[in-house]
């Protein structure tokens, strides 16, 4: 079944203008500038039905519109009455010429006057000679017979139906009243309202569809539609198009400068970089000090061991001095590298405010401020404003943190990601640029305190160097005793036992000292995971929020290109049929 255009257009137009208000909304745009409905600014367009009692003005409405005006055999419209339909008006006016209610001609002509198309009805019967007189007073007198529509109703009340042959012999009786026009002029349609009805009910395809054709109801459709087309109705409905073409362009237009977003953008990730790089660094060559220490311990343990020893002057005495001594030494190994530690967390802070004050200093960062200066800015800035430093630094920070609250991103989720205007916070600039990193989280880790690792590394304290001293100190009675006869006294499987026994008091001593270079190792390298983890774990989480504000922006903007792609391909598409079926 045909439909009508003009309706049907007037159907999509709304349509667009719905789904365009919920897209704006979702996506934080104004709708102040879209149209609030899309008829034209006359108001909607009027089909006007005029014609005589009972001719079917009513059902021909329905079968047009749906729309039951509550049908009977009398008069049954004692005034205009007036439908809205897809934003057009379908006005339905009392009959004429009956003599019965001659206030109801004046009612009649008023709404002719309003008629974009007027459509008027007679039946099979044709034109009686009131009929004739008033159609030709409205078609000659009053010009109105290029925005009508003839249609002749009831074709199922004439001996051959709503046929060709039968719609050919009413044709050449009517020519005689449409003279100047010819029913080709008029559009003259031939309806069976009847039919009509009883296709609607029935169920059987071939029947449904011969019932339909016998109707007439696509051919008044065509008719309609060929009006419409040449009388350049539907160009009406262009104008509330126009505007709303106009606010989708604007909407899909205002943008920041996608140059100058992804510019900041990749200014973050090198700050990340940075960070990244200099953690990485900074823990490789902690970790080789680490190592080294350990590996140091372990040859103090070695050397220190040695002073076990069946020799002349060697006692008990030389021999506690001696690994006193190695203990000492460990205690100044640890002390030592926890010196170079902190030596390396301090120059890996030096590197990064070095390496991020190349970065805002450049001729990259520079050109982004620039360029970010030329985004609208809002009004208001939530949390207060950001310094007016000319500092570059601060350019890229104020301007960026402007345009992201600007993209949309007021009252949506994002934007409680943006503190203070300042969507660069992670580098914490301030008004000289440095300035702001030198009071940062990171740098307060460092300045005051002086030291990054610092534990007491002091097990030797209470050493008792009770088992090895004990083992070779029976020895050295012996020799004591023996004196100078040692070698004379001695024999060979007593002096293998000795040597024995000295062996195993050197691989005590030196377990000892392999699990206190162990203990440094686990110790220290626990302290320095935990002071980076204080150092940089807060600035990397930050700067890494600030990347996914970054995407998530991205999606949400995707996300409106597309929503408003689709609804401004659909506005045009619109638009073009309207072009196409204006004749």
Not at 144 to 165: F, H, P, Q, W, Y
Not at 242 to 249: A, G, I, N, P, S
Request: aromatic letters at 6%; proline letters at 2%; charged letters at 30%.
């Amino acid at each position: 079944m045909k439909e009508f255009n003009l309706s049907k257009y007037t159907v999509q137009a709304e349509e667009i203008l719905i789904e365009t208000k919920k897209i704006f909304q979702k996506m934080d745009i104004p709708i102040d500038g879209l149209p609030e409905t899309m008829k034209p600014d006359e108001g909607a367009i009027k089909l006007v039905f005029v014609g005589q009692y009972s001719a079917g003005k009513s059902s021909i409405i329905k079968m047009l519109s749906g729309i039951d005006t509550g049908i009977g055999a009398a008069i049954t419209t004692q005034k205009s009455s007036v439908y809205d339909w897809n934003d057009l008006q379908i006005i339905d006016t009392p009959g004429i010429q009956t003599g019965l209610r001659p206030d109801h001609d004046e009612i009649t002509y008023n709404e002719i006057g309003q008629a974009a198309l007027l459509i008027f009805v007679i039946t099979n019967e044709g034109f009686d000679q009131q009929m004739g007189e008033h159609f030709r007073k409205l078609a000659i007198e009053q010009k109105r017979g290029s925005n009508m529509i003839l249609v002749i109703n009831k074709m199922d009340r004439t001996v051959e139906g709503n046929t060709a042959e039968q719609q050919k012999v009413i044709r050449d009786d009517i020519c005689k009243v449409l003279i100047p026009y010819t029913p080709e002029d008029l559009y003259v349609s031939f309806l069976s309202t009847q039919t009509y009805d009883e296709y609607l009910e029935e169920t059987d395809p071939e029947i449904k569809a011969e019932l339909l054709e016998e109707s007439g109801h696509d051919a008044f459709i065509d008719n309609l539609n060929a009006f419409v087309a040449k009388k350049q109705v539907s160009a009406r409905l262009q104008r509330p198009l126009y505007t709303l073409e106009t606010v989708l362009r604007k909407a899909m237009g205002i943008s920041t400068d996608d140059k100058a977003i992804d510019g900041a953008e990749e200014l973050i990730n090198r700050k990340l970089r940075i960070l990244d790089n200099a953690k990485a660094d900074c823990m490789r060559d902690i970790t080789d000090i680490i190592k080294y220490t350990r590996d140091n311990i372990i040859s103090e343990g070695k050397r220190g061991s040695l002073c076990i020893k069946l020799e002349k002057g060697v006692t008990e005495e030389t021999i506690e001095a001696g690994l006193n001594e190695a203990t000492q030494n460990v205690s100044k190994i640890v002390e030592d590298s926890q010196k170079e530690i902190n030596e390396r967390f301090s120059s890996m802070i030096e590197e990064i405010e070095n390496n991020i004050k190349s970065e805002i200093s450049s001729q990259f960062a520079h050109d982004i401020a620039v360029q970010l200066e030329k985004v609208q800015m809002p009004t208001r800035l939530p949390n207060g404003e950001v310094s007016n430093s000319s500092d570059t630094a601060v350019k890229v920070s104020k301007h960026l943190g402007n345009a992201i609250l600007n993209f949309g991103l007021e009252g949506s989720k994002l934007a409680g990601t943006v503190e203070g205007g300042n969507i660069l916070s992670g580098i914490s600039f301030a008004q000289s640029g440095l300035a702001g990193l030198s009071g940062s989280m990171l740098h307060e880790m460092v300045k005051g305190v002086g030291s990054f690792v610092g534990f007491k590394f002091a097990p030797w304290g209470a050493l008792k160097w009770a088992k090895a001293l004990g083992t070779i100190g029976v020895v050295l009675s012996i020799l004591s005793v023996l004196k100078n006869i040692y070698d004379l006294v001695t024999s060979a499987d007593k002096q293998r036992e000795n040597e024995e026994k000295v062996r195993d008091a050197r691989n005590d001593v030196r377990e000892k000292f392999n699990n206190w270079a162990n203990q440094a190792y686990e110790e220290l390298t626990k302290a320095v995971e935990v002071q980076m983890s204080k150092i940089m774990d807060a600035e990397i989480t930050e700067t890494k929020k600030v990347l996914q504000t970054f995407q998530d922006r991205r999606d949400l903007l995707k996300l409106r290109k597309e929503k408003l792609n689709n609804i401004f391909s659909k506005e045009q598409k619109l638009m073009q049929d309207i072009e196409q079926n204006i004749a």
